[in-house]
């Protein structure tokens, strides 16, 4: 398949994508420049539902690879911009900026931009994604993030669209890439109604009311905003704003250039914090984005600075985009677009072998790898030494031998510019019950063991859970003759926290697990896990439950789960009434949303099962009253987690057997 790359209208180069049989691509070549195409949606392209946002109908996708871009195009009947890679979408981003500035462009109609970000395992794609989105937000040009949610598994390198067109179907992406746009849509709006708050903060002219300020509006901040506080010349402005960001797990909206004038700050309290908040940020790839000084002035927030150029996009020179700003959210749903952002986004672990090697240099030296579809090994080699500013990652494939004697071994080359390769040995150990793992350098044409401690390969937790299941761990046990499932357990015991736990056991045989626990701010929150071995199904989700008041059933907390592609998922928690002599006892119950019924008495489904009953788990009894969780369940629910324990305990003992 060949594809056409253009810059100003002209194919300046072409992409050779080398497809076979079965629809899989095997290598891809690209030959002239680079540059970038625009597709139209087919068609029978079917247009996503009406958003809470009139913007959403003149939305424009940017994307790096083709496939990605055309899937979304045709689920969501957009137009879109390819750009084939990460540093194309900052610099065309980067384009309409400059583009938008200049006065014969005011005025002219453009779309929001809607950039299909890749959810890499390397935060490569993520973080081109946030500085293309900060280029055009400085330039009043409104840009949405759109990243796959974490459901999509993907492969080893990590997920995009096409792999949610893959795993959900045509009607599941549409309903995801829908889903996507109308939360950023909606954060878009929340922040556009706090904005002023951010920009009255920011001109306060007193250094030390500004910098104390700042903390209270940062989780209204776009982009602009964030970039202006941290150009702000009062340095605890800077601070403030990087540990709130820090603190609310959003350090990666901050561009490349204002991320590397942080870590550059010759205030220690800022150079130590960026360090850490960044120091995974600058390998491998540079950034397309210009590096702006500590001293430029301020980004203009003329709104006659926010129009782009109709003729670079593409579109009709009448194109109308005299759009109202979408209406006020209401309380409920502002308090939800606070909520999301500040939450980190969590990320998914994917069945690995590891092991790692500490050279007696301090060095350290990190081995990990799986088996692909089609049962191929392959991995990463990390060298890292923090006192030496070494960071080095390196993707290798292995390959099975076998050595003088018969036995069997994994090799993998690491190749390193300016020093000695880096060869990695994976060899059965004593007993065959686990694999060692040694590192080599070619050094005169002779292999040189690198020494220190560790080497051992082990599964980590995601192998471990899916167990005979894994196509790492079987592989391993053909390959090397060592089976896992046999072998010694995991000598790393998992962290407990404290919590209130259930389980519920519904009568199509889901289990509905639950952790629930109060924050130190006293907010009730829970993971919830919804799995059932033998169709697959296996979600988590994080919630925070709101206080209600029911008629009879006297106070109760309760929360929505959002599902992709299922019906939405209610989660109650309360304290029903006991019996005399009993201890008061909090469970959890669970209840489908079918708001498709017209029926308003069948929109409400009761998931019917056994089990529920909340119980604390060894580190909450352990912790005792100084818990957060022991406190709300004695205060807010009337209910003593330790007194349940102890009734527990009586009644057992008193059981004939």
């Given at each position: 398949?060949?594809?056409?790359?253009?810059?100003?209208?002209?194919?300046?180069?072409?992409?050779?994508?080398?497809?076979?049989?079965?629809g899989?691509?095997?290598?891809?070549?690209?030959?002239?420049?680079?540059g970038?195409?625009?597709?139209?949606?087919?068609?029978?392209?079917?247009?996503?539902p009406?958003?809470?946002?009139?913007?959403?109908?003149?939305?424009?996708?940017?994307?790096?690879?083709?496939?990605?871009?055309?899937?979304?195009?045709?689920?969501?009947?957009?137009?879109?911009?390819?750009?084939?890679?990460?540093?194309a979408?900052?610099?065309?981003?980067m384009?309409?900026?400059?583009?938008?500035h200049?006065?014969?462009?005011?005025?002219?109609?453009?779309?929001?931009?809607?950039?299909?970000?890749?959810?890499?395992?390397?935060?490569?794609?993520?973080?081109g994604?946030r500085?293309?989105?900060?280029?055009l937000?400085?330039?009043?040009?409104?840009?949405?993030?759109?990243?796959?949610?974490?459901?999509?598994?993907?492969?080893?390198?990590?997920a995009?669209?096409?792999?949610?067109?893959?795993?959900?179907?045509?009607?599941?992406?549409?309903?995801a890439?829908?889903?996507?746009?109308?939360?950023?849509?909606?954060?878009?709006a929340?922040?556009?109604?706090?904005?002023?708050?951010?920009?009255?903060?920011?001109?306060?002219?007193?250094?030390?009311?500004?910098?104390?300020?700042?903390?209270?509006?940062?989780?209204?901040?776009s982009?602009?905003?964030?970039?202006?506080?941290?150009?702000?010349?009062?340095?605890?402005?800077?601070?403030?704003?990087?540990y709130?960001?820090?603190?609310?797990?959003?350090?990666?909206?901050?561009?490349?250039?204002h991320a590397?004038?942080?870590?550059?700050?010759?205030?220690?309290?800022?150079?130590?914090?960026?360090?850490?908040?960044?120091q995974?940020?600058?390998?491998?790839?540079?950034?397309?984005?210009k590096?702006?000084?500590?001293?430029?002035?301020?980004?203009?927030?003329?709104?006659?600075?926010?129009?782009?150029?109709?003729?670079i996009?593409?579109?009709?020179?009448?194109?109308?985009?005299?759009?109202?700003?979408?209406?006020?959210?209401?309380?409920?749903?502002?308090?939800?677009?606070?909520?999301?952002?500040?939450?980190?986004?969590?990320?998914?672990?994917?069945?690995?072998?590891?092991a790692?090697?500490?050279?007696?240099?301090?060095?350290w030296?990190?081995?990990?790898?799986?088996?692909?579809?089609?049962?191929?090994?392959?991995?990463?080699?990390?060298?890292?030494?923090?006192?030496?500013?070494?960071?080095?990652?390196?993707?290798?494939?292995?390959?099975?031998?076998?050595?003088?004697?018969?036995?069997?071994?994994?090799?993998?080359?690491?190749?390193?510019?300016?020093?000695?390769?880096?060869?990695v040995?994976?060899r059965?150990g004593?007993?065959?019950?686990?694999?060692?793992?040694?590192?080599?350098?070619?050094?005169?044409?002779?292999?040189?063991?690198?020494?220190?401690?560790?080497?051992t390969?082990?599964?980590?937790?995601?192998?471990?859970?899916?167990?005979?299941?894994?196509?790492?761990?079987?592989?391993?046990?053909?390959?090397?003759?060592?089976?896992?499932?046999e072998?010694?357990?995991?000598?790393?015991?998992?962290?407990?926290?404290?919590?209130?736990?259930?389980?519920?056991?519904?009568?199509?045989?889901?289990?509905?697990?639950?952790?629930?626990?109060?924050?130190?701010?006293?907010?009730?929150?829970?993971?919830?896990?919804?799995?059932?071995?033998?169709?697959?199904?296996?979600?988590h989700?994080?919630?925070?439950?709101?206080?209600?008041?029911?008629?009879?059933?006297?106070?109760?907390?309760?929360?929505?789960?959002e599902?992709e592609?299922?019906?939405?998922?209610?989660?109650?928690?309360?304290?029903?009434?006991m019996?005399?002599?009993?201890?008061?006892?909090?469970?959890?119950?669970?209840?489908?949303?079918?708001?498709?019924?017209?029926?308003?008495?069948?929109?409400?489904?009761r998931?019917?099962?056994?089990?529920?009953?909340l119980?604390?788990?060894?580190?909450?009894?352990?912790?005792?009253?100084?818990?957060?969780?022991m406190?709300?369940?004695?205060?807010?629910?009337?209910?003593?987690?330790?007194?349940?324990?102890?009734?527990?305990?009586?009644?057992?003992?008193?059981?004939?057997?």
């Amino acid at each position: 398949m060949i594809t056409p790359m253009r810059r100003d209208g002209n194919i300046c180069g072409i992409q050779q994508a080398f497809i076979n049989d079965e629809g899989h691509k095997l290598d891809r070549k690209m030959l002239g420049r680079k540059g970038v195409i625009r597709l139209s949606p087919p068609p029978e392209a079917s247009s996503l539902p009406i958003m809470s946002s009139a913007q959403e109908k003149d939305m424009l996708l940017l994307g790096e690879g083709f496939e990605t871009t055309a899937i979304a195009i045709q689920a969501s009947s957009l137009p879109g911009i390819v750009a084939y890679d990460v540093g194309a979408v900052q610099k065309w981003a980067m384009e309409q900026a400059e583009a938008a500035h200049k006065p014969a462009n005011r005025g002219t109609a453009v779309p929001v931009i809607g950039v299909l970000v890749d959810r890499d395992i390397s935060r490569n794609g993520q973080r081109g994604a946030r500085d293309a989105i900060s280029s055009l937000d400085e330039a009043g040009l409104a840009a949405r993030y759109l990243e796959p949610s974490i459901q999509i598994i993907g492969g080893p390198k990590g997920a995009d669209w096409a792999d949610a067109r893959q795993e959900l179907g045509p009607d599941g992406i549409r309903a995801a890439l829908a889903q996507c746009i109308d939360q950023q849509n909606n954060l878009a709006a929340y922040r556009e109604t706090h904005s002023h708050e951010v920009d009255a903060a920011l001109a306060i002219q007193d250094d030390h009311k500004r910098a104390s300020g700042i903390a209270a509006v940062v989780p209204y901040m776009s982009p602009r905003q964030i970039n202006r506080a941290l150009e702000d010349p009062y340095w605890v402005v800077r601070l403030n704003t990087l540990y709130t960001l820090h603190m609310a797990g959003r350090t990666e909206e901050i561009d490349r250039a204002h991320a590397k004038n942080l870590v550059e700050d010759k205030i220690p309290a800022i150079n130590k914090r960026a360090v850490a908040a960044f120091q995974d940020r600058f390998a491998p790839y540079p950034s397309k984005k210009k590096e702006v000084s500590m001293q430029q002035p301020s980004i203009s927030t003329d709104p006659n600075d926010s129009r782009d150029v109709a003729a670079i996009l593409g579109l009709p020179d009448n194109t109308n985009f005299d759009n109202p700003i979408p209406p006020q959210t209401p309380q409920e749903r502002s308090h939800n677009m606070e909520q999301q952002a500040n939450t980190p986004q969590a990320t998914r672990q994917y069945p690995r072998m590891e092991a790692s090697l500490k050279a007696p240099d301090e060095t350290w030296y990190q081995a990990s790898l799986y088996a692909d579809k089609e049962g191929q090994l392959k991995g990463t080699v990390s060298i890292t030494n923090k006192g030496q500013s070494l960071d080095e990652r390196h993707k290798v494939e292995y390959e099975a031998k076998n050595d003088k004697k018969g036995r069997p071994f994994l090799h993998a080359k690491a190749q390193i510019p300016d020093r000695p390769d880096v060869h990695v040995f994976v060899r059965p150990g004593a007993e065959s019950k686990v694999a060692m793992v040694s590192f080599t350098e070619l050094k005169n044409r002779k292999h040189q063991q690198i020494e220190g401690q560790g080497g051992t390969l082990k599964p980590n937790e995601a192998a471990r859970t899916a167990g005979a299941k894994d196509k790492t761990i079987q592989a391993i046990g053909e390959k090397l003759g060592v089976n896992y499932l046999e072998g010694p357990p995991h000598d790393k015991e998992k962290r407990q926290y404290p919590r209130m736990e259930s389980a519920l056991k519904a009568q199509d045989g889901t289990w509905y697990t639950a952790g629930v626990y109060a924050d130190k701010d006293g907010q009730l929150k829970a993971t919830v896990r919804i799995n059932h071995q033998e169709t697959g199904l296996d979600e988590h989700h994080k919630v925070s439950f709101e206080e209600r008041e029911g008629s009879s059933s006297g106070r109760y907390y309760s929360a929505k789960i959002e599902r992709e592609d299922k019906p939405s998922v209610f989660m109650n928690v309360q304290a029903p009434t006991m019996k005399d002599g009993d201890i008061r006892i909090a469970r959890t119950d669970f209840t489908e949303f079918h708001p498709e019924e017209e029926d308003k008495n069948k929109r409400f489904d009761r998931i019917q099962g056994q089990g529920g009953w909340l119980k604390p788990n060894d580190a909450m009894l352990a912790k005792g009253d100084k818990d957060h969780t022991m406190q709300f369940m004695r205060e807010k629910l009337n209910v003593d987690p330790v007194k349940q324990v102890e009734q527990a305990k009586t009644k057992a003992k008193g059981v004939e057997r």
